[in-house]
């Protein structure tokens, strides 16, 4: 996504695009694993990024409740990471936190099925599996 694009799509969520929200953004963007704020702004300060800790967790805050990131328990510690916009799921290596985003069709005719057994109506659902990925087993 270009920077043009990004700064409309934080306008469109409502969001200013500043220069720390555009720093997080474009950290996470291509990245196949979870990040901690911790550990991302370690990476940001490593790289020169003037940005503090606080800002950090305020900023991957606001853009996962603007749906920009997914977020995830990684040992009692929330995991940010940005994912598409469509409906999906995740396989979350349990070793090295990579996350494969898995269709929504891969899912969703079975989360009905067991619901509509059990007379219940969907109105949400998050389906992650966790697990060991290949390169870590192998």
């Given at each position: 996504m270009t920077t043009y694009a990004t700064e409309l799509a934080l306008r469109e969520a409502g969001l200013r695009a500043t220069r720390q929200r555009l720093t997080v953004l474009d950290a996470l963007r291509g990245r196949g694993d979870t990040v901690t704020a911790q550990d991302l702004h370690m990476e940001l300060r490593q790289a020169?990024?003037?940005?503090?800790?606080?800002?950090?967790?305020?900023?991957?805050?606001?853009?996962a409740d603007a749906g920009f990131l997914d977020t995830f328990?990684?040992?009692?510690e929330q995991a940010f990471r940005l994912c598409g916009d469509a409906h999906?799921?995740?396989l979350v290596c349990e070793t090295c936190n990579t996350v494969e985003e898995i269709t929504a069709e891969e899912v969703e005719r079975?989360?009905?099925e067991v619901a509509s057994a059990r007379g219940f109506s969907v109105t949400g659902h998050r389906?992650?599996?966790?697990?060991?990925?290949?390169a870590c087993r192998g």
């Open positions: 020169g990024e003037p940005i503090g800790l606080t800002t950090v967790y305020r900023t991957l805050a606001a853009l328990d990684r040992e009692g999906h799921h995740h079975w989360v009905h389906a992650d599996i966790f697990g060991v990925c290949p």
